[in-house]
């Protein structure tokens, strides 16, 4: 049973558009959520978080929206940049030193 | 800061054989890790979680009697593949909680091919 989903395997966005990565979970005990962009064969890179008490969190071109009653959180980047390219990971977890939980990711394409 | 060294990143190892993976925490005490295992183009699915000190705690379906995990100390954590098969073969990150700040860093992740 998938407790994080990311249900669009890919997105193709323009150079300079908007980026939009939805990630919707079923684990009402998660307070804590993060995106995390990876590259083949290495390890993921932090991006952004937001905790449950908060619904926006900004950092320069990402930001991340959480809509606890939708269960649903999302990551805009823009302008979309071509470095942007890569695998894109929500995770989540429960109060406490508990693991993460990952979606199955979302590859973004950034066309110039 | 809040760095996690993880060692080999590449390894080949026929059938049969052990492989040990090292991770480090270098500027910060891990009390937990994490280990993952990540098959192509899927998610990072959560293995095991290892304390210092006592015995790691396995996932669903992970035989503990195959991946050895050892924290013996507070800066480094192993995982052992032993007699590995080539369906072993994966990418194996590991992940530690750093304390007194809300937050996850990760290895560089070891890809493992087993031939």
């Known amino acids: 049973d998938q407790q994080v989903k990311q249900n669009s395997p890919s997105l193709s966005v323009q150079e300079g558009r908007i980026s939009i990565l939805n990630c919707d979970y079923t684990n009402s005990m998660f307070d804590y959520f993060l995106w995390y962009k990876k590259y083949p064969a290495e390890g993921p890179t932090f991006l952004i978080s937001i905790s449950s008490i908060k619904d926006k969190n900004e950092d320069g071109r990402f930001t991340v929206f959480l809509n606890k009653s939708a269960k649903h959180l999302s990551l805009h980047i823009v302008p979309s940049q071509p470095g942007d390219s890569a695998v894109y990971f929500c995770a989540a977890s429960a109060p406490g030193n508990t693991p993460l939980v990952f979606g199955k990711g979302t590859r973004l394409s950034v066309i110039a | ?115």
């Open chain 2, 1 to 115: 800061g809040a760095v996690v060294s993880q060692h080999p990143s590449r390894v080949i190892c026929k059938s049969g054989t052990s492989v040990k993976i090292e991770c480090r925490s270098l500027d910060f005490q891990a009390t937990t890790m994490f280990w993952y295992r990540q098959f192509p183009k899927q998610s990072l699915m959560l293995m095991a979680t290892s304390n210092e000190g006592s015995k790691a705690t396995y996932e669903q379906g992970v035989e503990k009697d195959k991946f050895l995990i050892n924290h013996a100390s507070l800066t480094l954590s192993t995982l052992t593949v032993t007699s590995a098969h080539p369906e072993d073969s994966s990418f194996y990150i590991c992940s530690a909680v750093v304390p007194k700040r809300y937050g996850y860093t990760f290895g560089s992740g070891t890809r493992l091919t087993v031939v």
